[in-house]
């Protein structure tokens, strides 16, 4: 990893090699990725917390220019 210029990142090898990342940075397939959450989230509860809060935060959004509009007019 010193090679690499990670070691002053912290990045221990150990660590890498327990999520199965120690050569390349690629995931495959989507049990590769969930091997490496924390929290011990599962990836389906994962996605569908990330779909909501994109839709949330995307309705303010609307919401919010909506309201510039009509008070500018």
């Given amino acids: 990893m010193a090679a690499l ?4 990142f912290g990045l221990a090898r150990s660590g890498l090699a327990q999520l ?4 390349p ?4 397939t989507a049990s590769d990725a969930a091997a490496g959450l924390p929290f011990g989230l599962d990836i389906a509860t994962l996605q569908n ?4 809060y994109l ?3 995307s309705l303010a959004f609307v919401l919010v220019w909506l309201v510039g509009y009509l008070r500018s007019r």
């Fill in 20 to 23: 199965g990342l120690d050569g």
């Fill in 55 to 57: 839709g949330l935060s």
């Fill in 5 to 8: 210029g990670m070691a002053g």
């Fill in 25 to 28: 940075l690629a995931l495959s």
């Fill in 49 to 52: 917390g990330v779909l909501i």
